[in-house]
């Protein structure tokens, strides 16, 4: 059977599973508020099934789908049981939706079938053009849980960051570790058997300069104590974590953050970090970290490079379920420095089961000084490309750190310039210019550079092409070239 029939008819079968549960969902006594928007949602999601299915037998590509009701209604995240909530109906309803605009434009870059493609097009314009009214659904879902369930707890579904203090504010940063847990508020370098999941609280302080966690212990004696502390960890159990991070910030903004942190990093400062990167890239929505088993020190290089291999398959599951269980319209990755070694694996493994019905697609991948085999790189690096609505490569011809890589192993890395890395689906950015080699020996330079950081916000928020970048100018031919900072 040919796959882009059987993948366009479990799709159009997707469409009439949710239009047939929204139905349900609007008849029920506690979604009477959301009704019609409910009924409404439904009817658009049948005539989108009709008109794939209309193309389908037009292009003679109809075919019978492969999957169950329940197989589908898994697939897009709606369940196989009715929700028992008006804020578990709303977050269902925003997860399909989503999840159906990702199946849709997936099948869109595949098909060569031209008026399977338009017809696609159409559909994908349909469900861009109902978030907003998915979004306010969702929000009045949680409003109204909140004037009936009060203030909720940390162990429920995550209470709201405490209000800003004088000297700083609070902030909330989510995590998966595959360390082990000491009590208290800290993980060891010591390897898990199994994933946890939780939250830290974090206090960021004004005083503290953008790009940095906190002065060196000679400089607080002039400045001050301008340090990101960790003042809680929490532990969640799955089910309640992922529930807690799809209500997280209220879901003013619909959008992830994920950071995973490279070598040499404790799960405090991988915390502290996370943190950081949230205050300086002015994100509002939801942020994570997952925290690989680092040794957090310098002499223990090998060690980590152990820790990150054996933590891939962690990753890739930690992205795919954030991805597919959150209800956030886009989740977007910056990996730093050995961190890029345990995405690129996860990322390409992703992408190797692309053509099953659970494809996930991110949105910005950045990737930060990866220490990385430059040839293993390019070989893998095209799924970045694949998977993501733009990827981002940033280097360094004076990352000393990298330069201290490339001798251990001698081949060069990924994140090192030269040579410049330039490859399809990824776009190259050299930060030699402005790296002063101070921040970690020239390699914290992402995440402690504030031009570095308004170009990452830059990408964040707008998608915005690297020529129409301020501060960025071709340092290559076009096409086919790389860019610099000016």
């Not at 159409?122 to 469900?127: I, K, S, T």
């Not at 360390?179 to 994933?195: I, L, P």
């Not at 309640?240 to 405090?268: K, P, R």
């Amino acid at each position: 059977m040919d796959p882009i029939s059987g993948a366009l008819a479990d799709l159009t079968f997707s469409l009439t599973v949710a239009a047939n549960a929204y139905e349900r969902y609007a008849k029920r006594e506690d979604s009477q508020a959301l009704a019609a928007r409910l009924n409404e949602l439904a009817r658009e999601r049948t005539r989108d099934a009709a008109r794939l299915r209309t193309v389908a037998i037009e292009n003679d590509v109809s075919r019978d789908p492969t999957l169950s009701s329940d197989q589908a209604a898994q697939l897009i995240g709606l369940g196989t049981t009715d929700p028992t909530s008006l804020r578990s109906i709303a977050f269902r309803v925003q997860r399909a939706e989503n999840t159906l605009a990702r199946l849709v434009s997936h099948l869109q870059s595949v098909t060569s079938y031209h008026l399977v493609q338009t017809a696609l097009a159409r559909v994908r314009q349909h469900l861009d053009q109902r978030k907003d009214d998915v979004r306010e659904m969702r929000a009045i879902a949680l409003d109204a849980a909140r004037r009936d369930q009060g203030p909720m707890d940390m162990v429920g579904y995550g209470r709201a960051a405490p209000a800003a203090q004088e000297d700083g504010y609070n902030v909330r940063v989510w995590f998966a570790t595959n360390r082990t847990w000491t009590g208290g508020k800290t993980f060891t370098f010591e390897r898990a058997s199994h994933v946890q999941h939780g939250s830290c609280d974090l206090f960021v302080p004004h005083r503290r300069t953008k790009g940095s966690t906190g002065s060196p212990w000679p400089w607080r004696l002039v400045v001050g104590d301008d340090r990101i502390k960790l003042s809680a960890v929490q532990l969640l159990n799955p089910k309640t974590f992922w529930s807690a991070v799809g209500s997280a910030d209220g879901q003013s903004a619909h959008e992830a953050l994920i950071h995973i942190h490279g070598y040499n990093t404790s799960f405090a400062a991988a915390a502290a970090r996370t943190a950081q990167l949230k205050v300086d890239l002015k994100h509002e929505g939801p942020t994570a970290f997952f925290a690989w088993p680092s040794f957090g020190n310098e002499l223990s290089y090998t060690a980590d490079e152990a820790a990150i291999e054996g933590s891939e398959q962690a990753i890739r599951e930690f992205l795919v379920d954030f991805a597919q269980c959150t209800g956030v319209t886009a989740v977007h990755i910056i990996a730093h420095s050995m961190g890029n070694r345990g995405l690129l694996r996860a990322v390409d493994k992703i992408a190797q089961g692309a053509a099953a019905a659970s494809a996930v697609r991110f949105g910005q991948i950045i990737l930060a000084a990866p220490d990385v085999d430059s040839s293993l790189f390019q070989q893998l690096a095209v799924a970045y490309g694949q998977l993501s609505q733009r990827s981002t490569l940033y280097v360094a011809e004076n990352d000393r750190a990298l330069g201290v890589s490339k001798g251990i192993h001698q081949f060069a890395r990924a994140g090192r310039a030269p040579p410049v890395i330039v490859l399809p689906g990824v776009d190259t950015i050299n930060v030699t210019r402005i790296n002063l080699g101070l921040l970690g020996f020239g390699h914290g330079y992402a995440a402690g550079l504030a031009t570095v950081l308004d170009d990452i916000r830059e990408l964040l928020v707008r998608n915005t092409d690297p020529d129409l970048r301020a501060g960025l100018r071709r340092a290559g031919p076009s096409p086919g070239g790389h860019w610099e900072f000016a």
